[in-house]
């Protein structure tokens, strides 16, 4: 999806704004630059308002949000406009889709939509018939949501700020489980599995034959029910003591300081042990090679060179001795020649053609002296035939020199032997630094920390009891005849199948998210900059789990992080989820520093915002990305820049060109 053009004539600040956001290849970015209070944010609205509608109630409601200066000069109208491409079925198409707001005679408001794709034309209004509403609309909001789904849409069209803010309110963890299930389009197979299972529930209870089973079947549901709400408060409760042990790390970490630094040394002196086996290991292996390749030196090294000092002499005789062939028509070998007389005296003796026996000898010898004959101009005749053909499989037989490789592999392994006594001289020294002394921490903490293990078990037997009501459900399943019902049996298996779709849907991404996220966040996270060896996630949506681990193989948890890092791995986050997921729609970000450092800063302008997507709309104070290096750095990915300019008299905003008075040619 690509946003061409954006219009919106008595909406809020702006009385009237046609703005072209189109952009170049490898030029994505469009920066629009704004004072606070300036119009970054009703600019969004505006955007989001043609895609999705706006909310209008009540006159009230139409009052506050038509512009102050249209008031008694021009029609009380509100209207937006929005010029967008997008695929549809893997065919481009365009569009303009047009959203029209007044208020009737009766004071109440009205709504009138109508979207253009390619000159075919939908439209709906308040006054439309039900029947032709209803399709009407339908089919605007089947392109819409072929584009990008209003459910999805908080994900690429987003306030930093409120990426920041999500995190203060749950866990890491459960808002990288939401975006990925929603974005990646798992959720809707779960929607799905957990829709098949209530009404696999609800059959069943319709079939069941005698009232008090039917009555114990919803018992157990209700059961089931009261479960998975004792299980959501435990894991608040659980959120609650795990956000206690983030607040209180800092304490014990300086109490385990001691410890830390003995498994620190421990580490490395397991690091050196390892890579001293891998080095020896190396070297047997070198040795096992080289051994191969000197039994057959001979065919790896010396063949190579007697092809090639033969090969053109070989291609002559091959060329000669076809010559001589063509020429003489005769290609048999002795004993092919006597074959074929045995056969001809034969036929001629059974059919009386001769009256004296032939000698066979005699016959071969007249053949083979004129064959001799006519070959005089062959300098090549003393070669038989099986001795070209020996010759010509010279020329094809493979070989392959190995010794580069031993060679660079020698020296190699050279280095790392010369490195074995120093490595061995660091390992007694690690251990000389081991003191053995005995660590302990907080009373509190360690409290918080069996709470955090007790709440864990609960929720174990809670999901266990669950699991055995579950099983207890489907004992349930009894048929009101004797005759089977396949579609009764096959509403039975779809909970399991669309989970097992949604797992298998994950597999195929989750090693592409890994990758990118684990290589950006080495860029922009400034925290923890080229130190994450990998970032995980688990196979299984009911239990999807997030993790990064540094390089010397700890985890580092997401709830230890400080909000400018959330912030960060969420906005990493969505651009993987943006380039692996199954739309392609474009991302506009107002407050796009959030509360980022200046480090992070620095990384998210060179590094994130040009490859975020093919087209970022970037709403932006001159405090947030500053006029000099930081615009600088930008600027080659810019197709076009605005700022946003508040007129109070005539209350409404303008667009100038550039930003905050640079353009991208300064």
């Known amino acids: 999806m690509l946003i061409k053009r954006i219009k919106a004539k008595n909406f809020k600040t702006y009385l009237d704004l046609d703005l072209d956001i189109n952009v170049e290849n ?3 970015i469009i920066l629009i630059g704004g004072v606070n209070g300036g119009g970054k944010t009703t600019f969004f609205e505006a955007i989001y308002g043609a895609l999705y509608g706006l909310n209008i109630n009540s006159a009230k409601t139409f009052r506050e949000l038509l512009n102050a200066g249209a008031v008694g000069r021009v029609e009380a109208k509100i209207e937006l406009e929005l010029h967008f491409s997008g695929k549809v079925l893997n065919q481009e198409q365009d569009y303009i889709l047009t959203r029209v707001y007044m208020l009737n005679p009766a004071g109440l408001p009205v709504e009138a939509v109508k979207l253009n ?30 584009n990008l789904p209003q459910e999805l849409s908080r994900y690429f069209l987003f306030d930093a700020m409120e990426a920041g803010n999500l995190l203060k309110e ?102 050196a042990n390892n890579q001293i086996l891998y080095t020896l290991k190396k070297e047997e292996e070198f040795r096992d090679e080289l051994t191969a390749f000197l039994k057959d030196i001979e065919i790896n090294v ?20 076809e010559e001589v062939l063509q020429n003489n028509n005769i290609n048999l070998s002795v004993e092919q020649i006597e074959s074929i007389s045995k056969s001809i005296a034969k036929y001629l003796e059974e059919n009386h053609l001769i009256l004296n026996s032939l000698n ?15 070959n005089n101009d062959d300098v090549y005749a003393f070669l038989e035939h099986s001795d070209v053909k020996a010759l010509e499989s010279l020329l094809t037989l493979k070989s392959i020199n190995a010794f580069p490789m031993l060679e660079q592999q020698k020296v190699e392994l050279a280095t790392a032997i010369q490195q074995i006594p120093a490595q061995q001289t660091f390992i007694e020294q690690m251990k000389a630094q081991v003191s053995g002394k005995d660590y302990s921490i907080l009373k509190a903490y360690e409290e918080n920390e069996a709470n955090i293990k007790k709440y864990e078990a609960q929720i174990k037997e809670v999901d266990a009891e669950i699991l055995k009501i579950d099983k207890r459900i489907h004992q349930f399943d009894i048929q009101i005849s004797q005759e089977p019902d396949p579609k009764y049996d096959t509403l039975g298996k779809l909970k399991a199948f669309f989970e097992d779709v949604a797992n298998q849907l994950l597999i195929v991404k989750k090693q592409q998210i890994e990758l990118k996220m684990k290589q950006d966040l080495n860029i922009i996270l400034a925290a923890y900059k080229d ?22 193989g700890n985890e580092i948890y ?62 932006s104070s001159d405090s947030e990305i500053r006029k000099g290096n930081e615009f600088e750095n930008i600027a080659p990915f810019i197709s076009k820049t605005y700022t946003l300019h508040r007129d109070i008299e005539n209350q409404s905003t303008k667009i100038i060109p550039g930003y905050f008075g640079i353009t991208i040619t300064d």
Do not use: W
């Open 360 to 374: 066979i000898d005699n016959i071969v010898d007249y053949v083979v002296n004129t064959s001799k004959n006519a």
């Open 26 to 28: 490898d030029k994505p």
């Open 302 to 321: 010396c063949i190579p060179k007697v092809q090639e000092a033969l090969k053109s002499e070989i291609q002559l005789i091959s060329k000669i001795k």
């Open 170 to 271: 749950d866990q890491l963890n459960r808002v990288i489980k939401e975006n990925i299930e929603n974005v990646m389009g798992f959720n809707k197979y779960m929607q799905l599995a957990n829709a098949a299972e209530s009404l696999y529930q609800t059959k069943t209870a319709q079939r069941l034959e005698v009232e008090n089973e039917k009555k114990e079947y919803l018992e157990l549901v209700d059961k089931k029910n009261e479960q998975k709400g004792i299980l959501s408060n435990l894991k608040v409760n659980l959120g609650n003591v795990l956000n206690y042990s983030v607040q209180n790390k800092e304490l014990c970490d300086n109490l385990k300081s001691g410890l830390n630094e003995e498994t620190t040394i421990k580490n490395k002196i397991e690091q």
């Open 531 to 552: 130190v994450i060896d990998r970032v995980e996630l688990s196979e299984n949506l009911s239990n999807l789990t997030f993790k990064i681990f540094h390089k010397s």
């Open 117 to 146: 794709m390619n000159g075919a034309i939908f439209n709906y209004g308040t006054a439309t018939p039900a029947a032709q509403r209803v399709e009407q609309e339908a089919q605007v909001n089947k392109i819409i949501k072929a």
């Open 558 to 619: 997401l709830n230890h992080l400080n909000t400018a890092s959330k912030q960060i791995v969420i906005q990493v986050l969505l651009k993987s989820l943006h380039e692996f997921g199954d739309y392609d729609p474009p991302v506009m970000i107002d407050t796009v520093m959030g509360v980022l450092s200046e480090e992070s800063r620095a990384a998210v302008l060179e590094h994130y915002f040009p490859q975020l997507s093919h087209q970022t709309i970037l709403l």
